[in-house]
């Protein structure tokens, strides 16, 4: 990633040109939305919660903002504030002395009553689990003790967990310049966010500026801030402009007409996006491949980076399978060489074409045997990775 950075700053040096940062701005691509505090589920907002989290992910958000703070006994945590008429008032919980949780009373407390608090552990663990999320650091702290022991962790965390890829999917936002070169220390993340929520006064030239030359791809201002000239000055040296937190439709709209590249939300949803004249980039798309000597169409979807495919439509590829559902065991059954007849109502099919994803809670078992697939399920519909099935199926695609 670093290498590919450089070329790109290289180039762009040598043909004596601005640098489009979003040749490295990956996380923006196919994101308008962005969940804040890990979005809404249930119709709590600004939860933090790992139930918010899913939710989001399963309505379609790939970019997700989380806040951070810490325990009283030093644990980086999912959790916007500790302050009695903050934090605790919103997430229905009382305000005792001394109000700053250590880490086992955070973990016991449930959020808004049946939600589940997470750690920054848990943060990067979810991440691991759902390889195509983008989280979005709000760490509020701006002295560079508190900083850098809060990314400092985040790095240990990645480390001691095996996964230090997953630090690419990490965008901190920065609230100062000095913030920049305080984090690059602790770790040389590709992606950046400069928000602008604590700046009285700020010069948009200066800090277009300042992102060009360090390569910071977005900018997010507060949508009372935002005019089209604002939008201009920073698009002019190629860095995109997000606004917080807007949850009515309209005034999206009016954000998107000054030229406003996205934004935080705690309700819109990515199937939503038609009502502002945008699109989903979650799309199902039809493709024709071959299995062995017969074709077949197939509605694939891109999930965890990977094309998925209906389980139904892969039921007579190569010999072919019948499937049985187990609602007691939560199992479903495949076997080779019988016909397929249907599911029946056990998996609750929802078409409503909004594309809400979950992670199955059963096992798929092939001729006896339980194997790796785990399957998504989509609008209720089994998809499962077709490069799997078709190893598991004994045919090559």
Not at 164 to 186: G, K, S
Not at 187 to 192: D, H, R
Not at 326 to 346: A, H, I, P, Q, V
Request: hydrophobic share 40%; with cysteine.
């Amino acid at each position: 990633m670093f290498g590919k950075r450089m070329t790109a700053v290289m180039l762009a040096t040598m043909l004596g040109t601005a640098l489009p940062l979003t040749v490295y701005g990956g996380w923006q691509q196919g994101n308008p939305l962005i969940a804040h505090a890990l979005g809404e589920v249930d119709g709590k907002i600004e939860t933090n919660s790992k139930e918010a989290f899913e939710a989001s992910w399963g309505n379609g958000f790939r970019a997700l903002e989380v806040d951070f703070t810490y325990t009283s006994d030093g644990i980086l945590v999912a959790r916007h504030d500790f302050e009695e008429d903050g934090t605790y008032y919103r997430l229905e919980q009382d305000a005792n002395a001394p109000l700053v949780m250590d880490k086992n009373t955070y973990q016991s407390s449930k959020i808004i009553y049946d939600q589940t608090p997470i750690t920054a552990v848990d943060v990067l663990g979810l991440m691991v689990e759902y390889p195509d999320v983008y989280i979005i650091t709000d760490t509020k702290e701006t002295d560079q003790a508190t900083v850098q022991k809060q990314f400092g962790d985040l790095k240990k965390i990645a480390e001691a967990m095996g996964e230090p890829d997953v630090l690419e999917r990490i965008v901190p936002q920065i609230y100062h310049e000095e913030m920049y070169d305080w984090v690059n220390n602790i770790y040389p993340f590709q992606e950046w966010i400069y928000t602008l929520y604590l700046n009285s006064n700020p010069n948009y030239g200066e800090i277009a500026d300042f992102c060009a030359a360090k390569g910071i791809g977005t900018v997010t201002i507060q949508k009372e801030r935002v005019t089209q000239t604002v939008v201009e000055t920073l698009h002019a040296k190629g860095i995109k402009v997000y606004a917080h937190t807007i949850n009515r439709y309209k005034q999206f709209e009016e954000l998107l007409a000054m030229g406003v590249d996205g934004i935080y939300t705690d309700r819109i949803k990515p199937y939503e996006l038609e009502w502002v004249g945008l699109s989903d980039s979650r799309q199902v798309i039809q493709k024709t491949m071959n299995f062995g000597e017969k074709a077949f169409t197939l509605d694939t979807l891109q999930i965890f980076n990977e094309g998925y495919v209906p389980l139904r439509q892969l039921s007579k590829v190569g010999k072919g399978f019948s499937a049985e559902f187990d609602s007691k065991n939560r199992t479903l059954s495949l076997f080779s060489g019988r016909t397929f007849t249907s599911l029946g109502n056990e998996l609750l099919l929802n078409h409503s074409g909004k594309l809400v994803m979950e992670r199955a809670d059963f096992r798929l078992i092939y001729n006896g045997k339980e194997t790796k697939v785990y399957p998504i399920l989509v609008d209720g519909e089994v998809y499962v990775p077709l490069a799997q099935m078709a190893t598991l199926l004994g045919v090559s695609a």
